[in-house]
């Protein structure tokens, strides 16, 4: 409320009875009204309904992290010109009454006063005969959140958000009663910038395969927020590996990639043959030990020295300060050690143009080979014998037949050779027959 008055050269109980009836005129201003009691800094600001004073003050906000911070400002401006006096009062809720806070002299046409609690304040600026009072609220809206992880395993992790609230209480100046704003308060988490939910607590199964960090923001109708960061040790595991080759004769050597993420640890688990435990199982007596080998190895190198079709599987583990946690993966598909087999060419042309000139037994997954070629009067010519066959391709140059007997070509005509072999697949093989030998080109 303002009052304003100015007296004038008249009898002095003429002027008294004017003083009291007329001439005193009080102006009351709620905070906002004309725009003379401010708040800088507020966050909001919004009216009082007092239930039965019949005038309506401002009750400004300040969003404060700290419950005992006094954030609060009001700054009081005035267009009366000259020294004046500028007396701050705050309300006492136990009296009732407003009492001295703050009073000064000044020719400024403003006056701000700091670091206020919660309360109603009024600003009463005086010069000569005219008043001005202005009054209102000052309401440090304490909010703080706190976010944690409440529970953590290798299939899921739970946050956990919590927070605390002042409330936002003021009085009614005609009885003292005690008024109550209802706060809106609601909450969020976020990954980076990707909102999560709108829940104070919420379960994650999709776990992140790197550290990540999460933010619980808690926010009112006022402008108000507080925020928590918490920081998430990833322990997801993902196991991956490839196999290179998948497929040849035996030896075959295969080379696995380990392509698991977040982990540390490394168990490979090498199976027998397909054929192997299926036979072991028939009788179905007795539990069959499918593991051939167990690697701990990251990238491991292993050789199949037996035909037959053969699964790997990796368990990759994660050890972390509280929890170990692994995941398994298994091949696609099997990896196929060819069988054995031998094949022999009916003719060969040892005539030097490049194409055919040396007879080649093919053979495949082979353990051992005897090879022996005759003349037609059973004298043997060439001799090849092998019993730890390291596959055709490193092996075959050594086996063949130029077509040469003690350095000399021999003559074109039929041949007689056998073949005799034992495969990987532990499969007897024999060959026996003629061939042709020609020396003109065909």
């Known amino acids: 409320m303002k009052r304003a008055f100015g007296l004038k050269s008249k009898p002095r109980s003429i002027i008294k009875a004017f003083y009291i009836s007329l001439f005193i005129t009080v102006w009351l201003f709620a905070g906002k009204a004309e725009a003379q009691l401010t708040a800088p800094g507020s966050s909001a600001v919004i009216a009082t309904r007092y239930p039965v004073f019949q005038e309506t003050d401002n009750i400004y906000i300040f969003c404060s992290s700290d419950a005992s911070s006094k ?83 290798c299939q899921s992790f739970t946050l956990e958000g919590t927070y605390t609230s002042s409330a936002i209480k003021y009085y009614d100046p005609a009885d003292n009663t005690e008024l109550e704003i209802a706060k809106e308060i609601k909450a969020e988490w976020k990954e980076k910038e990707v909102l999560l939910s709108s ?58 990639e380990n392509k698991s993420k977040n982990s540390d640890q490394y168990i490979w688990h090498f199976f027998r043959s397909l054929d192997e435990i299926k036979k072991d199982s028939e009788d179905g007596r007795q539990p069959v030990d499918s593991i051939m080998i167990v690697a701990y190895d990251q990238n491991p190198v292993y050789t199949y020295e037996k ?85 055709f391709e490193e092996t075959y140059t050594a086996t063949v037949w130029d077509g040469r007997v003690g350095g000399r070509y021999a003559s074109p005509g039929v041949y007689y050779y056998v073949i005799e072999g034992i495969g990987r697949d532990d499969k007897r093989r024999k060959a026996r027959g003629f061939f042709h030998l020609f020396r003109d080109k065909r």
Not at 100 to 125: H, K, P, W
Not at 351 to 371: A, E, H, L, R, Y
Request: glycine share 6%; aromatic share 14%.
């Open 71 to 153: 954030d609060g400002v009001l700054q009081v401006n005035t267009t009366l010109e000259g020294t004046k006096t500028i007396l701050w009062e705050k309300y006492n809720n136990q009296t009732s009454e407003f009492g001295l806070y703050f009073s000064e002299s000044t020719d400024d046409m403003q006056s701000t006063i700091t670091n206020l609690a919660d309360g109603c304040y009024r600003a009463t600026v005086t010069l000569g005969t005219t008043v001005e009072i202005y009054r209102a609220w000052i309401i440090n809206n304490f909010l703080a959140a706190e976010a944690k992880i409440s529970q953590s395993d």
């Open 199 to 256: 829940l104070t607590t919420i379960k994650i199964f999709d776990l992140p395969l790197d550290d990540a960090e999460y933010s619980f923001r808690v926010y009112d109708q006022f402008g108000c927020e507080a925020v928590s960061i918490i920081n998430y040790g990833s322990v997801a595991v993902i196991a991956d590996f490839t196999a290179t080759p998948m497929q040849g004769e035996a030896p075959l050597t295969v080379t696995f």
């Open 307 to 391: 035909s037959g079709y053969y699964m790997v599987k990796l368990v990759s583990v994660r050890v972390s300060d509280t929890l170990t946690c692994a995941d398994t993966t298994y091949l696609n598909d099997y990896i196929v050690v060819d069988t054995s087999f031998v094949a022999v060419p009916n003719v060969f042309t040892p005539n030097g143009d490049g194409t055919n000139d040396f007879f080649v037994v093919k053979f495949w997954s082979m353990q051992s080979i005897k090879i022996e070629i005759f003349n037609r009067w059973g004298k043997r010519l060439h001799f090849w014998e092998n019993n730890n066959i390291q596959g």
